[in-house]
T-cell receptor, first 113, second 115 residues
Framework: GAVVSQHPSWVICKSGTSVKIECRSL??????MFWYRQFPKQSLMLMAT?????????EQGVEKDKFLINHASLTLSTLTVTSAHPEDSSFYIC?????????FGPGTRLTVT | DQQVKQNSPSLSVQEGRISILNCDYT??????FLWYKKYPAEGPTFLIS?????DKNEDGRFTVFLNKSAKHLSLHIVPSQPGDSAVYFC??????????????FGQGTILTVHP
């Protein structure tokens, strides 16, 4: 299968600061990557579709100014949580694939204090 | 509106027996279905998938069955092993265009395999 990495694996930040999470496809090029969020004991919720060279597409209810996505190359997408608040604390996961099956990164645990 | 549903929050099975995890969907535009295994604080790991043109796909101990008319799929694990204990997510995606690659997940089923 394809390999997707994320960095950092966990981060703690203070309320009001911004945090950037990186998602990389290691052995393939990805024109599209997806960002998900998972709350404790809940399912994965799609937040946005990251498109290389163009604007991201956000799912209904997701604030695009809050969650900035940049897909500057065919192997890297970044998610920046701006002016983070405690309610943004969650597990963020990205996925990508050269084919129909999506492969997921290991996830990033964000804790906002 | 929950388009993909896993109605069993948990399942407990004896080692060596069969585990059957179920999933229902409502969106007839879904044409590709996947099962993922997930541990806490990790990303989902792909297990097996099936296209809507098929009704069965098998990979080792894992078999997925699709009943399109009932909008139902199931994952069979035989024989079950303690290492299979995890949360299992059913996911679905639609054909081309903006739906390609986007996954809609079920709520997950916690599988526990007892030695």
């Amino acid at each position: 299968g394809a390999v997707v990495s994320q960095h950092p694996s966990w981060v703690i930040c203070k309320s009001g600061t911004s945090v950037k999470i990186e998602c990389r496809s290691l052995d393939f090029q990805a024109t599209t990557m997806f960002w998900y969020r998972q709350f404790p004991k809940q399912s994965l919720m799609l937040m946005a579709t990251s498109n290389e060279g163009s604007k991201a597409t956000y799912e209904q209810g997701v604030e695009k100014d809050k969650f900035l996505i940049n897909h500057a190359s065919l192997t890297l997408s970044t998610l920046t949580v701006t002016s983070a608040h405690p309610e943004d604390s969650s597990f963020y996961i990205c996925s990508a694939s050269p084919r129909r099956v999506q492969y997921f990164g290991p996830g990033t645990r964000l804790t906002v204090t | 509106d929950q388009q993909v549903k896993q109605n069993s929050p948990s399942l407990s099975v004896q080692e060596g027996r069969i585990s059957i995890l179920n999933c229902d969907y409502t969106n007839s535009m879904f044409d590709y279905f996947l099962w993922y295994k997930k541990y806490p604080a990790e990303g989902p790991t792909f297990l097996i998938s099936i296209s809507s043109i098929k009704d069965k796909n098998e990979d080792g101990r894992f078999t997925v069955f699709l009943n399109k008319s009932a909008k139902h799929l199931s994952l069979h694990i035989v024989p079950s092993q303690p290492g299979d204990s995890a949360v299992y997510f059913c996911a679905a995606s639609g054909a081309g265009g903006t739906s390609y690659g986007k996954l809609t997940f079920g709520q997950g089923t916690i599988l526990t395999v007892h030695p």
